[in-house]
């Protein structure tokens, strides 16, 4: 039985240690919060829960890619609220919503509905996506029908090269781009691939988790245990050990050490590689991890409603100032911030008629954050406190503006900022969605599941992509590595029969 420990208790980390304690590893999961979960973490004030990071899922009907993998990973029997059909995202450009629905045939006609003129446009733009999507067998699942050209085309193609290349109106142009907080795009430089995976997963079918998102992460940690693996908090890794030749073990902070035949990182490459000072692992490697971009970071305001007043959106809403692209929302300056935000609520219950809790997101940049780098949590000081106070008072402003009953619904808010979430992901400048991937770095942002040295391996956001679907494919490539590729495809259609 081989020993496995896995550094971060994330959906990256969970995921693999109920792989491969189910595999017969004997699985010990080390985290260094009090709660599991990274972003899948909840937390309560005064009674009600809020979401931290994942909010809503898609493709999670039966037979679609996320239902496949969270039936293998005996999870699937989490409650899930679908969210409007006709308009599971809401766009605001200036005053103008746009409604996205769910399913091709729907998209196409609601989107030649608001623009006529560019059908033919819409057709081969979604079919794209679709064709971008059904080529990378670790998307669909089903290693018959890779096409690798086609994938490595759209990973070399920018998310506005190509809509460019379908769509000639401006305004459609931004439209189609309105959800591009959810992966943080950046223009001429992420790839045309993210985009596509990202809306085809929710296109096809969209939910919140009834009852909060840390649900996923305690559906996970009882698998894990009922495969005999372990997971212990308040134990942050800070040292990975190896005999000059493979990995051996993990110290934590407090001076534990566990035994490793296997470690598995699921926390950034950087962290990773500073715990880790083995020659096996190239100067050049940990200089390329070192320089690859981070996504930007997110400020974020958690609402809580007074009872009965807010009712429930079942859309996720996306609102621009005037005149500004999505593309250009991260640019901001104090004077317009925020350029654009999105605003969620939280599904506490099935059908709910009136929400209790919900969530606005805006973009930050960390040098925004340079008063208060290394205070800590709750002792940052009363400048921090009036900053994040006056950054949520604009951003309730903002929201208000489409929701004129918004500020008087409000019975609480608190705030967080990228510092929150480097203290409590650990992710280099409390970056959203951890390493950026850029077109113009090509292969260089590449992080491999495997590093050299032997036994050390990689998993989380920063593999394949973040989200729900990015990270399980992350953990798909990870455990085909230790478990073999045809075999773990196997067992996911086995579990699906
Ligand atoms: C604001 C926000 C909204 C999002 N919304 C959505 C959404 O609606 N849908 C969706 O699919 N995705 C969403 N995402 C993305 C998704 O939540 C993440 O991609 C995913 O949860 C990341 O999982 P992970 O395991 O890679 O990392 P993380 O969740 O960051 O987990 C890493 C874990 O490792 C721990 N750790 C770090 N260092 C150490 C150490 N040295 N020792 C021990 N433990 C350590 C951390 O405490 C943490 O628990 C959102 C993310 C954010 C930030």
């Not at 971008?132 to 067998?137: C, E, K, L, N």
């Not at 292969?443 to 590093?451: A, F, G, I, M």
Request: glycine content about 10%; overall charge negative; hydrophobic content about 35%.
């Amino acid at each position: 039985m081989k020993k496995c420990v896995i550094i971060g208790s994330g959906l990256g980390g969970l995921s693999t240690g109920v792989i491969l304690a189910r595999e017969g590893f004997d699985v010990t999961i080390l985290e260094q919060e009090a709660q599991p979960g990274g972003c899948l973490q909840c937390f309560q004030r005064r009674g009600v829960k809020f979401e931290t990071g994942m909010h809503f899922i898609g493709s999670a009907q039966r037979g679609q890619t996320l239902n496949r993998l969270m039936r293998y990973l005996e999870i699937d029997d989490i409650a899930l609220q679908a969210l409007d059909t006709q308009a599971y995202d809401i766009v605001r450009l200036g005053n103008d919503e746009f409604r996205f629905p769910n399913g091709t045939e729907a998209f196409i006609e609601q989107m030649s509905r608001y623009f006529p003129h560019e059908r033919e446009g819409i057709e081969a733009y979604i079919n794209c996506v679709e064709s971008v999507a059904q080529a990378s067998s670790l998307h669909t699942l089903n290693l018959e029908n890779a096409d690798s050209a086609i994938s490595t085309e759209y990973q070399l193609r920018s998310i506005n090269e190509v809509i460019e290349s379908h769509i000639q109106d401006h305004v459609l142009r931004d439209v189609l781009v309105g959800n591009l907080p959810l992966y943080a795009a950046q223009r001429d430089k992420t790839p045309f691939s993210t985009h596509a995976f990202i809306v085809d997963f929710y296109n096809q079918s969209s939910f919140r988790v009834t009852g909060g998102s840390d649900l996923i992460g305690l559906a996970l940690q009882k698998r894990l245990e009922h495969h005999g693996g372990h997971l212990f908090t308040h134990q942050k890794a800070v040292k990975i050990h190896d005999d000059g030749q493979r990995v051996t073990g993990v110290t934590t902070a407090d001076g534990n050490y566990y035994d490793a035949d296997i470690v598995v990182s699921a926390i950034h490459p950087v962290p990773t590689l500073a715990m880790t000072d083995s020659p096996l692992i190239r100067p050049a490697f940990r200089r390329r991890m070192n320089h690859l971009p981070n996504t930007i970071g997110i400020f974020a305001v958690y609402l809580h409603f007074k009872e009965g007043r807010m009712p429930y959106l079942n859309s996720n809403y996306y609102g621009y100032r005037p005149g500004v692209s999505p593309w250009d929302s991260g640019e901001y300056t104090l004077a317009d911030w925020p350029r654009g935000y999105l605003y969620m609520h939280l599904c506490h219950q099935a059908q709910p008629r009136y929400a209790r809790a919900g969530v606005i997101l805006s973009y930050m940049r960390f040098e925004e954050m340079a008063p208060w780098v290394g205070t800590e949590v709750g002792h940052r000081g009363a400048d921090y406190e009036q900053f994040k106070r006056q950054r949520a008072e604009r951003l309730i402003d903002a929201v208000g503006k489409a929701f004129p009953t918004l500020r008087d619904s409000i019975e609480h808010y608190y705030t967080s900022t990228p510092l929150t979430y480097l203290n409590y992901t650990g992710t280099p400048e409390g970056s959203a969605y951890g390493i950026a991937r850029d077109i113009s770095l090509g292969v260089s942002c590449h992080v491999p599941q495997r590093t050299k040295l032997p036994g050390l391996y990689l998993t989380g956001q920063n593999i394949n992509s973040h989200g729900i679907l990015g990270v399980l494919v992350g953990t798909v490539v990870t455990c085909s590595d230790l478990l073999g590729t045809e075999y773990l495809y196997q067992q996911i259609i086995k579990a699906n029969l």
